[in-house]
C-alpha cells in the first residue's frame, strides 16, 4: 500500500515555462514534506521542504505547494532550466522534521526541452 | 564539507553469496541512514542509527541482512545470503542529530546486482 504517491512517472517541459510535479499521500500522519532530486548515478539531493503549519513555502525558483484538506502537494519550477532535468522524489515523514522514516514514492522524470 | 562516501560502488554476485557494502557520513552527523530502493521505485528505509544506537530497523530483512555501526561513524551493511530479489541501489544517507528540520544528506549509492 503506498503511502505515498506520483501518479505521473514523466514530465516534459520546455526551457522557461513552469514545471509542476504533483504528489499525493494517503496518510494523515505526515506532517512534514520533502523533495529531493536526483541525478543519474548519483544520490537524491535535498530540494525544499515543507511542515503540515505551512501550505506554502518557496526557495528561489522552487515553491512547494501543500494542500492538507486534499492530501496533496506540488513542486513548481519557474522558470524551468535544462540542468533542472532529473528525477524528483516527493518524501513524507512523521513527528514534525526529516529524522525519522522518510516515505518516498516512486519519482517523477522531468525533462527540460531548450 | 565532504559528503556522504560509499563503496563499492558496484557489486555483482550470485544468488547465495554474501556482500557487505560501506558508508562513511558526513563527519559530525549523529544519524545514518541505510535505504534500498528498487528499479522504478523511491528509496525504502531498512535501518537508522543514533550513533551507534539502532532507532528503527522495523523494515530490515533480519534473516539475511545486517547493519552495524561499532563507533559512531563509519557503518556497514551486510547481505547474507543473498538473494535475485536484492538486486537494487543501497543509499547511505546521514543528518544532524537532534529535533527539527535536519535534512537528510545522500551518497552516491551501491548498485548491487544479484544473478
Known amino acids: 500500500d503506498q503511502q505515498v504517491k506520483q501518479n505521473s512517472p514523466s514530465l516534459s517541459v520546455q526551457e522557461g515555462r513552469i514545471s509542476i510535479l504533483n504528489c499525493d499521500y494517503t496518510?494523515?500522519?505526515?506532517?512534514?514534506f520533502l523533495w529531493y532530486k536526483k541525478y543519474p548515478a548519483e544520490g537524491p539531493t535535498f530540494l525544499i521542504s515543507i511542515s503540515s503549519i505551512k501550505d506554502k513555502n518557496e526557495d528561489g525558483r522552487f515553491t512547494v505547494f501543500l494542500n492538507k484538506s486534499a492530501k496533496h502537494l506540488s513542486l513548481h519550477i519557474v522558470p524551468s532550466q535544462p540542468g533542472d532535468s532529473a528525477v524528483y522524489f516527493c518524501a513524507a515523514s512523521e513527528g514534525g522534521g526529516s529524522q525519522g522514516n522518510l516515505i518516498f514514492g516512486k519519482g517523477t522524470k522531468l525533462s527540460v526541452k531548450p | 564539507e565532504a559528503g556522504v562516501a560509499q563503496s563499492p560502488r558496484y557489486k555483482i554476485i550470485e544468488k547465495r553469496q554474501s556482500v557487505a557494502f560501506w558508508c562513511n557520513p558526513i563527519?559530525?552527523?549523529?544519524?545514518l541512514y541505510w535505504y534500498q530502493q528498487i528499479l522504478g521505485q523511491g528509496p525504502k528505509l531498512l535501518i537508522q542509527f543514533q550513533n551507534n544506537g539502532v532507532v528503527d530497523d522495523s523494515q530490515l530483512p533480519k534473516d539475511r541482512f545486517s547493519a552495524e555501526r561499532l563507533k559512531g561513524v563509519d557503518s556497514t551493511l551486510k547481505i547474507q545470503p543473498a538473494k535475485l530479489e536484492d538486486s537494487a541501489v543501497y543509499l547511505c544517507?546521514?543528518?544532524?542529530?537532534?529535533?527539527?528540520?535536519?535534512?537528510?544528506?545522500f551518497g552516491p549509492g551501491t548498485r548491487l546486482t544479484v544473478t
Open positions: 544517507a546521514s543528518s544532524t542529530q537532534g529535533p527539527g528540520e535536519g535534512e537528510q544528506y
Open positions: 563527519s559530525g552527523h549523529a544519524t
Open positions: 496518510n494523515s500522519m505526515f506532517d512534514y
